[in-house]
């Protein structure tokens, strides 16, 4: 499935995207550095990573996908957005995104994630989105309340990334939310 928006086009990630992944944002560890994973140290350790993703995806089953999230005007692979967890019995998912430093600000990713919730809800079904993250990153929390998502709490100490406890700010939205 191809979303588009204005501005982006996104697609299903491929092995072919792993150099651009690499390039953009996979080794960049400011980009990185509240995700739930490391950096990829080389483009070999890029494709192993993307991959071991692409094989997880093809044993899901529904909605379940990563897309690249690609600027129409230039054809650079600035970042992906997903679900990152779709639970199928109460029509849920977890989004998820990463966007490359080069590319902050421009608001692409808020722009990606509405056109995902856009799939979510007409094309996939689902009722409900959530997505979280690290309170040491605001801008992400920024990017879920432009899309339309709200606050719905803070898990505390929810995640261990380099060795320290990490809370995790909630926001979600379901299909009754949208305007």
Same mark, same amino acid.
């Given at each position: +499935?191809?979303? %588009?928006?204005?501005?982006?086009?996104?697609?299903?990630?491929?092995?072919?995207?792993?150099?651009? +992944?690499?390039? &953009?944002?996979? $080794?960049?560890?400011?980009?990185?550095?509240?995700?739930?994973?490391?950096?990829?140290?080389?483009? *070999? =350790?890029?494709?192993?990573?993307?991959?071991?993703? #692409? *094989?997880?995806?093809? &044993? +899901?089953?529904?909605?379940?996908?990563?897309?690249? @999230?690609?600027?129409? =005007?230039?054809?650079?692979? @600035?970042?992906?957005?997903?679900?990152?967890?779709?639970?199928?019995? /109460?029509?849920?998912? %977890?989004?998820?995104?990463?966007?490359?430093?080069?590319?902050?600000?421009?608001?692409?990713? /808020?722009? /990606? #994630?509405? %056109?995902?919730? &856009?799939?979510?809800?007409?094309?996939?079904?689902?009722?409900? #989105?959530?997505?979280?993250?690290?309170?040491?990153?605001?801008? $992400?929390?920024?990017? +879920?309340?432009? /899309?339309?998502?709200?606050?719905?709490?803070?898990?505390?100490?929810?995640? #261990?990334?380099?060795?320290?406890?990490?809370?995790?700010?909630?926001?979600?939205?379901?299909?009754?939310?949208?305007?």
């Amino acid at each position: +499935m191809i979303l %588009e928006t204005k501005r982006l086009i996104m697609r299903p990630i491929t092995i072919e995207d792993a150099d651009h +992944m690499y390039k &953009n944002w996979a $080794s960049d560890p400011d980009v990185l550095r509240y995700m739930p994973y490391n950096i990829c140290e080389t483009l *070999e =350790a890029t494709r192993q990573c993307l991959q071991g993703w #692409l *094989e997880f995806t093809q &044993n +899901m089953t529904g909605a379940w996908q990563i897309w690249v @999230i690609q600027l129409k =005007a230039t054809g650079d692979i @600035i970042g992906t957005i997903d679900f990152a967890e779709v639970d199928t019995d /109460a029509r849920a998912a %977890e989004v998820g995104y990463q966007i490359g430093k080069a590319w902050w600000g421009n608001g692409y990713c /808020a722009e /990606a #994630l509405i %056109e995902l919730a &856009n799939y979510a809800f007409d094309t996939a079904q689902l009722n409900r #989105l959530w997505g979280g993250y690290d309170p040491r990153n605001p801008a $992400s929390g920024r990017v +879920m309340e432009k /899309a339309g998502f709200r606050y719905e709490g803070t898990l505390r100490h929810h995640r #261990l990334r380099q060795g320290e406890l990490v809370d995790r700010i909630i926001y979600g939205m379901i299909r009754l939310d949208r305007v």
